[in-house]
C-alpha cells in the first residue's frame, strides 16, 4: 500500500469467527492485540502484521453419587467443535435426570455439544433403582403332603433376573412343595441382588377322627347315639 509523505494510513483488524487477535506487529514490534493501528505522519516504510488464534471454551461436567460421566471435569474444546459425553450409572443405580447448562434434558445416557461457542456445564444424578421382591404362597392343604406353591413377583433392578432358591432351584416360582422354610436370592442383569424369604405351614398334625356310640337298647328302637371327636387337620370341619 501506498501512502503519500507525511500522510496516515488506518488499519482495521478483524478475526474470522471462532478466532481471536493474538498479536499486531507494527515494524516487527508488538503493540499488542490491537482491533485496530494507524500510522501518522508517514517518512517511511512501514510493515504490519497480524496474528490470531482460535478460540478455547470450556465444557464442565460433573456427576453424584450412583455413576459417572466421561469424560468428567473440565474439557478444552476448540471454537465450533464437538464434545460428546457418555452418562453410565453404577450397579443398583438408574439415570435419574441430565442438565445441560441447569436445563433438564432427561434421563440420557449420552449428549453432544455441537458447534461449541461459549462454555458451557453438564451434570449427570443418579437414583438407587433397586431390585423389589414380593411374594403370595399357598400353604400345605393336609398335614404331610406337598401340595405347598410359592408365586415370586420382582420388580425394579435391571431385568433378565436370575433366581437361587434354599431347595436349589433356579426358577421363578416353586410348586409341590412341603411344609417349612424357603429362601430365594434374585441377581439382576446388573449384578444387584435381592433376598426373600417364605414359610409355608401346614396343620398341627395329621386329620384323626374317634368317639363313642351307645347302641339301641330295644329292638326297632332309635336310641342309639354316636359322639364323634375330630383332630389334627384344620378347623372348621365339615
Known amino acids: 500500500m501506498t501512502v503519500s509523505c507525511g500522510g496516515s494510513q488506518a488499519f482495521t483488524i478483524t478475526p474470522a469467527s471462532c478466532y481471536a487477535i493474538a498479536d499486531v506487529l507494527v515494524d516487527g514490534s508488538s503493540v499488542g492485540a490491537a482491533a485496530g493501528y494507524t500510522f501518522t505522519n508517514v517518512t517511511a516504510s512501514h510493515t504490519i502484521a497480524a496474528s490470531f488464534a482460535l478460540k478455547t471454551y470450556t465444557v464442565t461436567a460433573s456427576a453424584g453419587a450412583g455413576g459417572t460421566i466421561s469424560p468428567s471435569g473440565a474439557t478444552v474444546v476448540n471454537c465450533g467443535g464437538d464434545q460428546a459425553f457418555t452418562v453410565t450409572a453404577g450397579a443398583c443405580y438408574q439415570i435419574a435426570e441430565v442438565l445441560v447448562d441447569g436445563v433438564s434434558v432427561g434421563a440420557v445416557s449420552s449428549y453432544t455439544f455441537t458447534d461449541v461457542q461459549a462454555n458451557h456445564a453438564i451434570a449427570a444424578s443418579f ?16 398335614f404331610g403332603g406337598s401340595t405347598g406353591a410359592i408365586d415370586l413377583t420382582v420388580s425394579g433392578g435391571t431385568a433378565p433376573y436370575s433366581y437361587l432358591w434354599s431347595t436349589g432351584a433356579i426358577s421363578e416360582d416353586l410348586s409341590a412343595l412341603v411344609a417349612g422354610n424357603y ?35 330295644c329292638f326297632g328302637g332309635s336310641t342309639g347315639s354316636i359322639d364323634l371327636t375330630v383332630s389334627g387337620g384344620t378347623a372348621p370341619y365339615s
Not at 188 to 213: E, F, K, N, Y
Open 183 to 217: 429362601s430365594v436370592t434374585v441377581t439382576d442383569a446388573r449384578g444387584c441382588t435381592a433376598s426373600q424369604g417364605v414359610t409355608i405351614a401346614q396343620a398341627a398334625a395329621a386329620l384323626a377322627v374317634g368317639g363313642t356310640h351307645v347302641d339301641v337298647g
Open 127 to 142: 437414583v438407587e433403582h433397586p431390585l423389589v421382591l414380593s411374594e403370595t404362597h399357598v400353604d400345605v392343604n393336609c
